[in-house]
């Protein structure tokens, strides 16, 4: 995963490295420099000598690695590659200047030692990026057990991957003898439906669908009938995926939500769109409300910057990623596997 974006950010972070180390060399560091050629025999003569007269050698030396401090205005200007890189790894504009505003904290006016810039960087960037994921997380298998029928709607323009990631749900709660109905609310498409009845067909889970072009909140309250009736455990709702601007999708989307009042509603975005995912994240969020988030593709995902930006925009966790099109390939995020695969 993101072997070619974690290939150029071990380039990146090396030369910003040296860059700094460029920037703050003073010609009493370079003289430093030779006191590794100093045989050590003589270091212990240095040594005794200035001890003799009452200097402290070792002070001295110290004084003389003691690099020159960064400026803020170097520190941007040198910043600048690993922005660009950043950027065009579909990483969100806010999470580049919140890993930029990490990163100057440690380095900006800093007395660096010179030896230890490049693991500064690397463990500022490792930290800035953990702590992106700082938001209540969810546990979807305790949620369930809270109510019956417990309700999920899933959002997202079409294509993404919501029906595959409907479908994937229903399996990995079917795993845990958890039992569920899908509602096919999409009535938009009919080839939505007939996706889903596949799935359930194929799944062995229940799909409540009316006609073509029908009300989805109606498909939803049956479905939600249903349940409460055969006493299943979750009700799944599929919905339309139009533009995330359209407004007839959004108003359908809040009637949905009037009527069934869904526990928890997860946004399914593509990681491979990039910053097109944060667009849309951020539109449903603002018009529906979202509880978490579902990033499907990720096993063609070369880049990362989807995974790494959905939450810190929205303040909602990643719960599952998509990482195949059979329906075992659903997995918990887990931001310590981001970070190795970022940087191990
Ligand atoms: P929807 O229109 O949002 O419901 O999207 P679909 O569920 O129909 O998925 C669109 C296409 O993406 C299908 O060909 C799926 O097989 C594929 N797909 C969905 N999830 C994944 C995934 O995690 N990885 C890969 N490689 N393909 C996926």
Redo the contacts with the bound molecule.
Sequence with gaps: MFNTFKEKLKNTISKLSKKIENETLTEESTKADTIDEIKRDDLVEEIKEHADKGVGFFNKVKEKIITKKLSKEQFNELFWDLELLLLENNVAVEVVEKIKEDLSKTIIEKQLQRSKIEDLIRDSLRNSIISLFDVEQINLLEKIKEKRPYVICFV??????????IAKVAYFLKQKNITTVISAS?TFRAA?IK?LETHGERLGVKVIKHDYGSDPSAVAFDSRVFAKAKNIDVVLI?TA?RQHSNVNLMSELEKINRVVKPDLKIF?GESITGNDVVLQLNEFNKKIGIDAIIL?????DDRGGAMISATYVTKKPIIF?????NYE?LKKFNKEELIKNLFE
């Design positions: 997202g323009i079409n294509g993404t991957g919501k029906t595959t990631s999409d939505a996706q599929d995926g399914v499907s593709k990720t096993d063609i990623l998509g990482c195949g099109q390939d």
